[in-house]
């Protein structure tokens, strides 16, 4: 079964660190483009970054530009998001996804992990 | 800035055709803006509905389907039914590497 599982949400304080994890199962990490969306209590969902397969090419949203690190570890599985300077507008419902793409070129997200929960206050 | 704008609400009759749009406060949707399109329940993760505009995701009913409707890209729901009651939103591809979601369309069916 493809699946994706966030770790990592804590309950932090402003300004302080966090590491999230995605922990991908059931198809090969090294061949997908991979993204962390997030979700803000009663927002909508906000991209937040992605990752080329080898990790060489990395995009962020404006608002989190310097201060998040989006990783991974194909060997293991693994995605990671590095956030630094945590503010509390940075309090949201983090999930991981995998960007793929059909026949034609055309990109979408076709995995969602179920999210973990950081609470900056 | 660019601003995804999708209707903040949509109602529909059970078994009534539903359109919800997916604009750009400036210029056209395309192809190239990869459009697609998620549903979301409360406390739920957003399930992929459509892709590549009218593609159906695996397991989704064909009473959804996607489209291009003037400027804008659209999802109709055709026959709504109950448990259509959800959040819906695109999400388009600006270049450059970023992506911006729509500030989602809250379906109600009665």
């Known amino acids: 079964e493809v699946q994706l599982v966030e770790s990592g949400g804590v309950l932090v304080q402003p300004g302080e660190s966090l590491r999230l994890s995605c922990a991908a199962s059931g198809f090969t990490l090294s061949t997908f483009w991979m993204t962390w969306v997030r979700q803000a209590p009663g927002k909508g969902p906000e991209w937040v970054a992605n990752i080329k397969q080898d990790g060489s090419v990395k995009y962020y949203v404006d608002s989190v530009k310097g201060r998040f690190t989006i990783s991974r570890d194909n060997p293991k599985n693994s995605l990671y998001l590095q956030m630094s300077s945590l503010r509390a507008e940075d309090t949201a419902i983090y999930y991981c996804?995998?960007?793929?793409?059909?026949?034609?070129?055309?990109?979408?997200?076709?995995?969602w992990g179920k999210g973990t929960t950081v609470t900056v206050s | 800035q660019t601003v995804v704008t999708q209707e903040p609400s949509f109602s529909v009759s059970p078994g009534a055709t539903a359109t919800l749009t997916c604009g750009l406060n400036s210029g056209s949707v395309s192809s190239s803006h990869h459009p697609s399109w998620y549903q979301q329940t409360p406390g739920q993760a957003p399930r992929t509905l459509i892709y590549?505009?009218?593609t159906r995701s695996s397991g989704v009913p064909d009473r959804f389907s996607g489209s291009i409707l003037g400027n804008k890209a659209a999802l109709t729901i055709t026959g709504a039914q109950a448990d259509d009651e959800s959040d819906y939103y695109c999400l388009l591809y600006m270049g450059s590497g970023i992506w911006v979601f729509g500030g989602g369309t809250k379906l109600t069916v009665l």
């Open positions: 590549s505009i009218n």
């Open positions: 996804a995998r960007l793929t793409t059909d026949a034609y070129g055309y990109y979408h997200l076709d995995v």
